[in-house]
Every structure is written in structure tokens, then in C-alpha cells.
T-cell receptor, first 111, second 113 residues
Framework: DAKTTQPPSMDCAEGRAANLPCNHS???????VYWYRQIHSQGPQYIIH???NNETNEMASLIITEDRKSSTLILPHATLRDTAVYYC????????????FGKGITLSVRP | DAGVTQSPTHLIKTRGQHVTLRCSPI?????VSWYQQVLGQGPQFIFQ???????GRGNFPDRFSARQFPNYSSELNVNALLLGDSALYLC????????????FGQGTRLTVV
């Protein structure tokens, strides 16, 4: 699976959009980008995934660059409850379903 | 609907002992994976089971073993516990093979003393 690079931390103000970047320059054509988050002391929570088109669901939007070498997870109106570690993961489907987590990015939402 | 349930939530064991952790997947999910998360790190893949067969194994010693039952629940066993086995053990369930929209339980916090 391709490796991802995320900054260690970032913060944003409550009510503002949080834009979390991820670099995956070695991504292959059959690899998807997945985002999970982990709120303190809880299990990771699936957020969204995509291949090459932008995706949106009730939690977030995923913007993948045209060359697929990077992506951005957007939380449109961050709340204090969005404070968590966010993991960007790249992997192909149809094979071993393991998720390879890095250290993620710690998002702190301030009042 | 019940999510992924793990038991126990917390456990304290002594070095050298054996431990069994349990996981019940979401109803209808046939695949269960186990992860270990030590403090300050992301979860690390241990095993995946699908239809009662091991389908993947991470870089963990043979002291770690698992199995999946006909009702798709799963057990993770760790023998000869070491202090370094202290971690949060997470179970994730997914619909099937190659399906990575995985749903995690709250984990079992294991402390080895």
C-alpha cells in the first residue's frame, strides 16, 4: 500500500471549515484514499473514501487532486466534538482488507 | 442496531499469563480484523478473518493467535504476555473480503504488569 504523509497537528476555530491535507505521491491507479478519525479513547470511525472523484457525505467532503498525489478532507463547520486524530490511508480493494495507519493528524477545534 | 462489541473493556494481566479478547461484529458482517494500538501510535494490523479462515496476518509473533466462529464472532489470544503487549486492542468488522469500510469497536485496554 502507498505511504501517506500528514502534518502532525493543526487547529481551527469552531464553526469554520477544517481542511486536513494528505500527501500520497506514490499512490497506484487501483488504490483508494480512506479517511478515519479517532476521538480520544474510542475506536477509529470511518469518515469517507474515494478513488479519483470528489466525494461528499453527511460528515465531510474529500477532494482528490487530478494527479491523485494528494487529497484534502474538509469538515465544513467544525465543532468541538470534531477534535480527534484523523488518519489518511491509501489501499487497494479486492485484496487483504488491512488498513495501514500512520500517526495521523491531530485536529484541535478551539471555541 | 448494535455496533461492534468487544469484551472485556479493561483487563490487567501479569507477565507470562495468557489473555483472550472477544469481539462480536455487526450483524451481517462476515469479516473481522484485529488491531493493536500502543500509546501515541496508530493502530497496527494483527489479523483478518473471513468466513472463519485467516485471510491476513500482520508482523506479530506466534504468541498472537485468533479464530472466528460460525456466528462470525472472534477471539484474539495472546500467550506469554510481555510488558510491551500493553495496548488498546481493537476489533473491526466489515461486510466481507476486500471491503474496507470497516467499523471499529471501542477496544479492550490491556495492561500487563
Amino acid at each position: 500500500d502507498a505511504k501517506t504523509t500528514q502534518p502532525p497537528s493543526m487547529d481551527c476555530a469552531e464553526g469554520r471549515a477544517a481542511n486536513l491535507p494528505c500527501n500520497h505521491s506514490t499512490i497506484s491507479g487501483n488504490e483508494y484514499v480512506y479517511w478515519y478519525r479517532q476521538i480520544h479513547s474510542q475506536g477509529p470511525q470511518y469518515i469517507i473514501h474515494g478513488l479519483k472523484n470528489n466525494e461528499t457525505n453527511e460528515m465531510a467532503s474529500l477532494i482528490i487532486t487530478e494527479d491523485r498525489k494528494s487529497s484534502t478532507l474538509i469538515l465544513p463547520h467544525a465543532t468541538l466534538r470534531d477534535t480527534a486524530v484523523y488518519y489518511c490511508i491509501v489501499r487497494a480493494t479486492g485484496a487483504n482488507s488491512k488498513l495501514t495507519f500512520g500517526k495521523g493528524i491531530t485536529l484541535s477545534v478551539r471555541p | 442496531d448494535a455496533g461492534v462489541t468487544q469484551s472485556p473493556t479493561h483487563l490487567i494481566k501479569t507477565r507470562g499469563q495468557h489473555v483472550t479478547l472477544r469481539c462480536s461484529p455487526i450483524s451481517g458482517h462476515k469479516s473481522v480484523s484485529w488491531y493493536q494500538q500502543v500509546l501515541g501510535q496508530g493502530p497496527q494490523f494483527i489479523f483478518q478473518y473471513y468466513e472463519k479462515e485467516e485471510r491476513g496476518r500482520g508482523n506479530f509473533p506466534d504468541r498472537f493467535s485468533a479464530r472466528q466462529f460460525p456466528n462470525y464472532s472472534s477471539e484474539l489470544n495472546v500467550n506469554a504476555l510481555l510488558l510491551g503487549d500493553s495496548a488498546l486492542y481493537l476489533c473491526a468488522s466489515s461486510l466481507g473480503w476486500g471491503w474496507t469500510e470497516a467499523f471499529f469497536g471501542q477496544g479492550t485496554r490491556l495492561t500487563v504488569v
